[in-house]
């Protein structure tokens, strides 16, 4: 009897270090490349559709004859639906399962799309392409992030910036297709061919692989669960709302959120800058399409680089953005000269850079909440960083209404980049030469240890693979997917 719980004793012993030494020497990934897969298709589906549909701004206008304004909110509604319903999808996820959240949110982008092929009035464009499409946006993109970061460790990074680097690539390949379906097939046909191309979305959420649920009651007692407290503190948790009276998290979300008031206006407005300075046409659409270029090298060479360890993640975002910040207020300078070639060169070094530092934003999420509560602070994350996005172009739009250029549009546009790095170092131990360990999430019932705790309800495919870790018999499987959670 004694030999054979020392027997059973030691092969759990030998089970967790072989695990361990998997963890610490082995490449990480697996399955999680089939997800870099799934993220690289998803993000160009998302953000490269998004940035392509400026095809269809001049069919509207002509078909409706309405106002710009009043077409350019289509793509408005679109962009603010799916970052203020970000933590819908975060919720879902931590309450259900991300595979059929990702799936669900795959259809509702292209079925808005479909819709909006039989449009007839503006208001059917808002309510199909803004918010049917947005809202599926919204439960797609953080699900599939988290997903991939949750099968990464040492290589998480990378994965990112591979899986990311299709929006760059995805806004080269999208804008003459878009057109040439335009031209083909008018708006209508066009917009039906896209809602089915959104639709492989759906696969890519098949792709997530649905972790086993804790064996942690999911539900609380009939009588405990129908109560309003009850259900308040079950959406509390599931939206990680906690994290809003943290502040780390809020000075991390503050700084990402002056990085988007700077970060997207060169977007909007490095074209019709370059053709105000006497650039062409055709130089002008050349600057934006090599800008483009090096934006995807800047993700894979910055998550490559990342992930070797010379520097924390944190120093290098703002080393990243800091660059990004010094070129956009370059850009208008450069053009002051009149030389087309040095105004190039600054623009392929702001891509770099501003490629780069995408690939590390995410990343550092996780060192100040800690992964278990990841998916809930992406999408926190992303509602709150969205009022610096709406807030950029308009501001530089003024600006440049009120000194007749974009000069001062494009420096104030700058300055935001590197104020957010100012707050960035604000942070706890942001000037230690190594990262903290990654906090660990406390409810108000933690002190009981209740098992059935409505600490015990979330079911994340984080914080279940962190419960699985801890059940006393685990599988190999399971306790890697443990301990690359806690890591």
């Not at 959240?101 to 479909?114: E, P, Q, Y």
């Not at 990464?152 to 910036?161: C, K, P």
């Not at 950029?392 to 546009?413: E, H, Q």
Request: with cysteine; hydrophobic share 45%.
């Amino acid at each position: 009897m004694c030999n054979s719980r020392e027997s059973s004793t030691e092969a759990m012993t030998k089970s967790k270090a072989e695990t361990k030494s998997v963890e610490a020497d082995g490449p990480d990934g697996g399955w999680g490349w089939v997800l870099v897969g799934a993220l690289f298709v998803s993000s160009s589906l998302v953000f490269g559709l998004m940035r392509s549909l400026g095809i269809f701004f001049v069919e509207f206008v002509q078909y409706f004859e309405e106002s710009a304004q009043a077409i350019s909110w289509i793509t408005s509604i679109g962009v603010a639906t799916q970052q203020f319903f970000s933590p819908l999808g975060a919720a879902l996820c931590n309450a259900y399962d991300a595979r059929a959240v990702v799936m669900t949110g795959g259809c509702l982008a292209g079925l808005g799309l479909i819709l909006a092929s039989q449009a007839t009035c503006l208001a059917h464009l808002y309510l199909t392409m803004g918010v049917i499409s947005g809202l599926g946006w919204a439960l797609v993109f953080t699900p599939t992030v988290v997903s991939v970061m949750a099968n990464f460790t040492r290589r998480r990074s990378l994965a990112l910036g591979l899986g990311f680097s299709s929006i760059g690539l995805s806004s080269f390949v999208f804008n003459p297709l878009f057109q040439l379906l335009v031209e083909t097939y008018a708006w209508r046909g066009a917009l039906l061919i896209l809602g089915g191309l959104s639709l492989n979305i759906v696969p890519c959420g098949a792709l997530l692989r649905p972790q086993r649920r804790s064996k942690v009651p999911e539900k609380v007692d009939s009588d405990s669960g129908s109560s309003c407290a009850a259900i308040l503190r079950r959406v509390y948790s599931y939206l990680e709302l906690s994290l809003l009276f943290e502040r780390p998290f809020l000075t991390y979300t503050g700084a990402i959120t002056l990085f988007n008031a700077g970060y997207f206006v060169p977007y909007f407005h490095l074209v019709a800058h370059s053709r105000n300075v006497g650039f062409s046409e055709y130089q002008a659409a050349f600057i934006m399409s090599a800008t483009g270029a090096t934006d995807i090298l800047g993700r894979v060479v910055s998550g490559w680089f990342s992930d070797l360890g010379h520097l924390r993640l944190v120093h290098l975002l703002t080393l990243w953005t800091s660059l990004t910040g010094v070129f956009i207020i370059l850009l208008p300078l450069s053009s002051m000269s009149g030389s087309y070639p040095i105004m190039l060169v600054i623009s392929l070094l702001y891509g770099f850079c501003a490629g780069a530092l995408t690939s590390v934003v995410f990343p550092v999420v996780p060192q100040i909440v800690g992964l278990e509560r990841m998916m809930g602070a992406l999408g926190l994350l992303q509602l709150i960083e969205s009022s610096g996005g709406l807030l950029g172009a308009p501001l530089s739009g003024f600006l440049k209404d009120v000194t007749g250029d974009y000069i001062v549009s494009f420096i104030v546009a700058g300055g935001f980049l590197i104020l957010g790095c100012l707050v960035m170092m604000t942070l706890p131990h942001y000037f230690s030469c190594t990262d903290p360990p990654p906090p660990q999430k406390h409810s108000p019932d933690s002190k009981n240890s209740d098992p059935h705790s409505e600490s015990g309800l979330l079911n994340s495919p984080l914080s279940i693979m962190d419960k699985e870790n801890h059940s006393e018999t685990p599988s190999h499987s399971e306790t890697s997917l443990g301990e690359t959670a806690q890591t």
